[in-house]
DNA sequence: TCAAAAGTGTTTGTTCTACACCCATGC
DNA sequence: GCATGGGTGTAGAACAAACACTTTTGA
């Protein structure tokens, strides 16, 4: 800033919106809320909140996701910011995106009841309020680009989990199918998945090996990309 | 947002901070403006200013960088925002990044005297106010993503500039150098790059051919990376 | 016994890396 | 004639892509 003039400086609401993203049915999917009351009633919504004064903005996220879902400690990463003067008609708000990478297993079923809120598949979303449809497809794409360099995808996965399932994951992500040996053959040579001894049933009939993600094995791999 | 009950709601000062990116004598520099007045006097600064509001945020980085620096029809990007609640210890503001990629012959050199603006080897920085040497370099880290599969370099380069520049250019963002050989096969493999009959001898005594960018050529390459 | 998903290797093409000498010119 | 930066090709390694059959077991 290069003046303090600050008295003369026109304020603005500040608000965060979460983009939860949740893994289910072989498929990424986003939390949306319902509105039963005007404006806007009846159509769906991100979970936001407004920024309070003395509030960093970072806790302004965690605590709208706590809020809204009872999830603490979960992978959020800031997005980018909503500006337009007119992106809500009603009054001018700035804000700033959030996303999260839940387990859909942790996740409070009672708020959902309370919230009116409801998962949607990331190719299947209603009309949205405002921006906030081009503010899921940023957070897409950003989670798209992040995931090919960082091991996050495991923040939508149980402890334990299967390479089917991690494969299905990636290619609900990635919104395109995989080479099944590539992939495999992929995570093999970068060894931070610890196999169990231990089969999921409830997919085959053969089943399938259980594994587990081992982040201090990933910490010394260099280059990781999927 | 899930409430409109706008009138409880804190409103918040909410500023620009621009990362003025240049290059010159082979290196990437960034454009910093001295304090000469208390608080904080005799430290460097971003070039930032404060979002009006019925501005949209992109205009507001628009509008201070064109008033810092005379300069319109830059590319410019947003970066991230920055908000914790203590980032400026006299008073709360929340600043939004934007980085801007100029070519320094076309500055204003007026405006540089009047704002005692200097500009600043990326790796020389001096003691920088506030968090604004996190902004500066999270936006070098964006820079060297965005560069490896954008062709946003040429913004930072005259019209005509010859392989050796862009070369220099290129280690400069990276911050390391580049074999000749493996960097002027992969320009030529996708060939967006026109040489002209024409030689730059200012560098050399044997001179160095002159290319331009030719952004339709670029249009049809697929998967640009350097 | 068969349907359904899990698991496994090889070959080929592409891209990346490392590396050293000649050229043109101004001085 | 020599110092300075500009310009060029090749061989080996690493990585990516394409592809088909066997295994297990519940129904």
Redo the contacts with the bound molecule.
Sequence with gaps: MMDRTYKDIQQITLAVDCIIFGFNDNRLEVLLVHRGFEPEKDRWSLMGGFVGNHEDLDDAANRVLKDLSGLEDVYMEQVRTFGKAKRDPYERVVSTTYSALILKDKYNKELIEEFRAKWFPIDELPDLIFDHKEMVESAIRRLQRRVRTFPIVFNLLPDKF????LQKLYEGIFQEEM????F???L??MDFLIKLDE???S???????LYRFNEKKYNKTK?F?I
């Design positions: 299967t390479l089917p399932q080479d099944k040996r590539n495999r053959k992929k093999a040579t089969k999921d049933m997919e085959s009939k053969k089943g399938a090996f280059n990309t």
